[in-house]
């Protein structure tokens, strides 16, 4: 695997567009960001007010620049809004794997479709660009909704991560793994759960 850091990513779809996060994003971010302060109870960084949102994005550049996380910024085309982020992390080029994460949305864009779309096109490019053996998940154990969403694209349950994330609360969470294996892709997104993604439009490098 060789995914570039420095490379300019956008995903998209007739659903979705997923390209590289940015510094001005803050402007377009902000009312999904902050429309509800429990959007992110799940999440060890807060993002419910301006300045939280402008230290995550300015995070999330820095991670780029050291090659530690790659952000995507999630445009709805179908709402013509913009609905948040979600990224690949842990990225190990040598062991030809990534995890896909950090992903939220404001509430109007949940259980729309988005965030199906919007892993399809991260899977596909994952496994079919980079070439990733690979792919991993991880949520907080109490957020059921994201674990049921990792299961049910395909998602294999690993196990549990006991006292692994530290909150911002102070709260030690357990966090459970999920991952996805280059062979079982193209039984996956043949699935129900995947059978009605528009084709791509494109996937830029």
């Not at 997104?189 to 439009?201: A, G």
Request: overall charge neutral; some cysteine; charged content about 30%.
């Amino acid at each position: 695997m060789n995914f570039l850091f420095e490379n300019d990513i956008q995903l998209e779809n007739d659903f979705a567009l997923l390209r590289p996060l940015m510094e001005n994003d803050l402007i377009n971010l902000f009312a999904a960001a902050t429309a509800d302060t429990d959007l992110l109870q799940y999440s060890p960084s807060p993002i419910y007010n301006k300045e939280l949102l402008e230290k995550y994005i300015g995070k999330a550049l820095e991670n780029r620049l050291s090659k530690n996380r790659y952000t995507f910024c999630v445009f709805d085309k179908i709402r013509n809004k913009y609905a948040g982020c979600t990224s690949y992390l842990n990225i190990s080029n040598a062991d030809d794997r990534l995890e896909i994460g950090g992903t939220w949305y404001a509430k109007e864009f949940q259980k729309t479709g988005l965030n199906r779309n919007c892993k399809f096109l991260l899977l596909e490019y994952a496994f079919e660009i980079l070439g990733a053996e690979r792919i991993e998940f991880k949520t907080d154990e109490r957020n059921i909704a994201s674990r049921t969403a990792i299961e049910k694209i395909g998602g294999k349950f690993e196990g549990i991560l006991r006292n692994h994330t530290l909150m911002s609360d102070g709260f030690r969470r357990n966090t459970v793994s999920y991952s996805m294996l280059k062979d079982e892709w193209e039984k996956i997104k043949k699935d129900e759960v995947f059978n009605s993604i528009p084709k791509k439009k494109n996937i830029c490098k």
